[in-house]
């Protein structure tokens, strides 16, 4: 059987972390040969090479396309990057994982969906979220009606770290896009709106928050993005079909040793919430129902398998690429989510709801892979 040639764009703490990294989670899938790395820092791809045993290295992904001969690539960069680098592999007819966010602008979202399309290669906004077992048995448990009709719900990623090192990227606003709206609000967002099944949004309420004060700050040497950095932001989301989504995220606030993350749905029937998967067993997931005519919470036993959410992603994202499965994450809800980002400032800067306006495109279907490489 023919493996999967990957590559991997971008070696630093998301690509190689033990648990998380995607270079240890390909290296469980039988079906993928780890076979290149690019990294513009040489003697750091070296070294990751050394210690994975990968064999080809390169410091610009254009010449790791030219050479290795790649099926897929997972983009692993700084945000700025995703997009030009995205669009440079689609060109090339090479399948792609892009890291959160998919990318800074909507306008960049496009560019990636139309070359995708363009070139019938796989573009994959990563969102390893969806891919927690505890989010997948809400998700199933909604299905199944466990809540009646879902008819609001509220989603906050709230943490007071930050990095204080401004030397790197992630202080910097100009690569990083803005605050948490772009780093850890994207990622509940669409958590959110997956469970919800991705409604039709209608409008967006938006406002931002910079405590300044002893907090790190984001720095600007250059400023490309339009929009301030927040280090919170509060919206409020309204869907067409009349349901809302409430949605903040903070790097200013109190939050004990654990980040503050939730998801709370408010359905006819039930509700239910799921919290920080740092806290395992029974509180990451809390079910509220009515059984026997009586008001009950349930603490659903979930299966740990040990197997992290990256690695359910990849795994996904391979069989995808073999033409095994339709993508579970769709270019179009990568867009959605990036768009309604932008919402939150534009509103926030205006100071008022705006609506949620999506350009219009022809609908194409999300780009099947061509069958060369289904094992034969
Ligand atoms: N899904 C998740 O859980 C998760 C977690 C952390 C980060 N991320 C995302 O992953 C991306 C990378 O984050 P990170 O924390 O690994 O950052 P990082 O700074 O640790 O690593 C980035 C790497 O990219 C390299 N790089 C920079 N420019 C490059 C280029 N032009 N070509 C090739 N390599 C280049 C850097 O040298 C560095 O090694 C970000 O978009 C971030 O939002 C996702």
Redesign the pocket.
């Known amino acids: 059987m023919r493996k999967l040639r990957v590559g991997i ?7 190689t972390d033990p648990t ?1 990294g995607h270079i240890p989670n390909y290296l469980h899938l039988p079906e993928v040969e780890l076979v290149a790395i ?4 040489g003697n ?1 791809a070296q070294h990751i090479a050394n210690r994975y045993n990968i064999p080809l290295v390169y410091t ?2 254009r010449e790791m396309l030219a050479n290795a001969e790649l099926d897929a690539v997972s983009i ?4 700025y ?2 997009a030009a ?1 995205a669009v440079g592999c689609l060109e090339k007819g090479v399948h792609v994982l892009v ?3 998919m990318a800074m602008t909507s306008r960049d979202a496009r560019r990636m969906i139309d070359a995708a399309h363009a070139h019938k290669r796989v573009l994959f906004p ?1 969102m ?1 979220n969806r891919f927690r077992e505890d989010s997948r048995a809400l998700k199933l448990m909604m299905q199944q009606g466990a809540l009646g009709e879902v008819y609001a719900a509220k989603a906050g990623w709230l943490s007071r770290d930050g990095t204080s090192d401004t030397t ?3 202080t910097s606003k100009a690569q990083t896009g803005g605050g948490p709206l772009w ?1 850890t609000g994207i ?1 509940i967002l669409d958590l959110a709106l997956w469970m919800l099944g991705f409604p039709k949004v209608k409008s967006v309420s938006g406002a931002l928050h910079n405590a300044k004060g002893e907090l790190p700050q984001l720095i600007s040497p250059t400023e490309t993005s339009p929009y301030p950095v927040e280090d919170a932001a509060t919206a409020l989301i309204r869907f067409e079909d009349g349901r809302h989504l409430s949605l903040e995220v903070s790097t200013a606030s109190f939050t004990g040793n654990n980040d503050d993350i939730y998801l709370r749905l408010h359905g006819t029937s039930g509700g239910a919430e799921l919290h920080n998967p740092e806290m395992k067993g029974t509180d990451v997931l809390r079910v509220q129902g009515e059984l026997f005519g009586t008001q009950m919470e349930f603490a659903p036993v979930l299966r740990d398998s040990g197997i992290p959410s ?1 690695r359910n992603e990849l795994k996904h994202f391979v069989d995808v690429c073999m033409g095994r499965a339709e993508p579970q994450i769709t270019t179009e809800q990568g867009y959605v989510g990036v768009r309604v980002i932008e919402a939150i400032y534009e509103s926030a800067l205006c100071g008022r709801e705006v609506a949620f306006e999506v350009p219009q495109v022809p609908h194409i279907e999300d780009s099947k892979p061509e069958l060369e490489l289904i094992p034969a």
């Open positions: 764009i971008g070696v630093g703490a998301i690509a998380h690019s990294d513009v820092n750091r610009h992904f692993a960069v700084p945000n990057l995703h680098i890291e959160k966010p990563g390893n790197s990227w992630l780093d990622v990256h």
